[in-house]
């Protein structure tokens, strides 16, 4: 990707002062282990795990075989009134690790999602 294109004047990035971060962009093209690499070569080290998702590193060969192997098997499954055995497998594995009045699981995609829908509930 050119960093210099309109591509980047597209995206309105979060928690950005978007003007100046058009005038000199970072831009990732990939990523290994704990570090990030630039589009102009350089080499960052990631000091937040991707926001705090990637503890492991990125692209860890046994987390990319793991989510290779479901995406093959079945890459998305709607939540409503259906359900993957995954799924269930899963909330099964969470409530057996829980406390004992911690006994049902309800997965949400991001923070802001879980308060939502706890308030909701």
Not at 38 to 45: E, M, N, W
Not at 54 to 75: F, M, N, R, Y
Not at 94 to 109: D, G, H, I, Q, S
Request: proline share 3%; net charge neutral.
């Amino acid at each position: 990707m050119n960093s210099s294109s309109a591509a980047v004047d597209a995206y309105w990035m979060p928690f950005t002062a978007n003007r100046d971060y058009k005038k000199r962009p970072r831009v990732f093209v990939r990523a290994e282990g704990h570090y990030y690499h630039t589009a102009d070569g350089r080499k960052l080290y990631d000091a937040f795990s991707g926001l705090w998702t990637s503890g492991l590193g990125h692209c860890h060969p046994k987390i990319v075989e793991a989510v290779q192997k479901q995406v093959a098997t079945l890459d998305y499954s709607l939540g409503f009134q259906a359900g993957s055995d995954r799924v269930f497998e899963l909330a099964e594995k969470l409530t057996a690790l829980a406390p004992e009045t911690f006994n049902r699981v309800f997965f949400t995609n991001s923070g802001s999602e879980s308060v939502e829908t706890a308030l909701k509930m």
